[in-house]
């Protein structure tokens, strides 16, 4: 089931609750909630339904947070299914267990639109396209991996998981090294816990990528080449989103016009974005 079904369900009613999802303290307020699962014992991991707790035990233990993106079952053959009847077995809760707090983050159009629209929200800032995905936190709520596994058999989510949390060590470890040293060399490890990171690099360690920037600015290690474009195309959406489509909705075109022009001075575009920029500073004019 993708991402975008389940947020449809939500329209009509889904903007409660929207300001607070926006950071993951925005699902307190309610007691961690378990798997239903019959068959698992007392002593392993259950599946918790609240972040604000399980980022709490994640702590306490000195472990990282599993969160699971999960669709209802539909059907007792669906790949949901498949996922549910692996994952909710003490097989794999006493193994993955060990290592995460188990957090599972599911909706279905029986649960409240606030309820869905958390879910939907922090898949859609966690990049999450469909269901079943992972997302490998750390106990700060960090994201550094993902992974969109679906298997019949709970060793080779061990195995899976096991292989991503190595990365959290890599993050780590080239951010201590950049700790302890300046410039250039400072630039090269944050590269390095950049690329541990992967796709999140570009949304949620935004920072490191604007120092790497920084740090290299006459592009000697030809990391400012590497960052740069994105970086400032990332600026360009958010302004076009945040500002200028704000301005067209109200119909006042010049503005918007305006608001363009200025952009294009203030992020010193690449040519390629000028060429975007310019048309569609033309569709407005039209």
Known sequence: MSLRLIK??????????????????????????ASRHDEVAP??????????????????????????FSAPQEDADSASALDRNVLDR???????????????????????????????????????ARFPTFVL?????????????????????????????ALHTRRDEALALAQGSKG??????????????????????????????DLDPQNAAGLKAKYEPAVLARQIDSAIQDEVYPLVDRGDYSAAMARIDRLMNEVKATPAQV????????QLFY
């Open 8 to 33: 449809r369900i939500a329209i009509g009613g889904a903007f409660a609750g929207c300001a607070a999802v926006f950071c993951f303290g925005g699902f307190a307020g309610k007691e961690p909630v």
């Open 43 to 68: 002593h392993v991991a259950v599946w918790l339904e609240e972040m604000r707790p399980s980022l709490a035990a994640a702590k306490a233990q000195g472990k990282d947070v599993l969160v699971e």
């Open 90 to 128: 003490e097989g794999f809760l006493g193994n993955v267990g060990q290592t995460f707090v188990l957090l599972r983050m599911a909706s279905s159009p029986d649960m409240p639109p606030a309820r869905i629209t958390q879910v939907t929200t922090l898949a859609e800032r966690l990049g999450v």
């Open 137 to 165: 936190l750390d106990s700060d709520g960090k994201p550094y991996a993902k992974s969109e596994l679906v298997a019949s058999d709970a060793n080779e989510y061990q195995k899976e998981f096991t292989r991503l949390r």
């Open 184 to 213: 250039i060399e400072r630039a090269k490890h944050l590269d390095q816990a950049l690329g541990a990171v992967g796709p999140f690099g570009e949304t949620e360690y935004a920072d490191l990528r604007h120092e790497v920037i």
């Open 275 to 282: 060429q975007l920029l310019t048309a569609f500073k033309g």
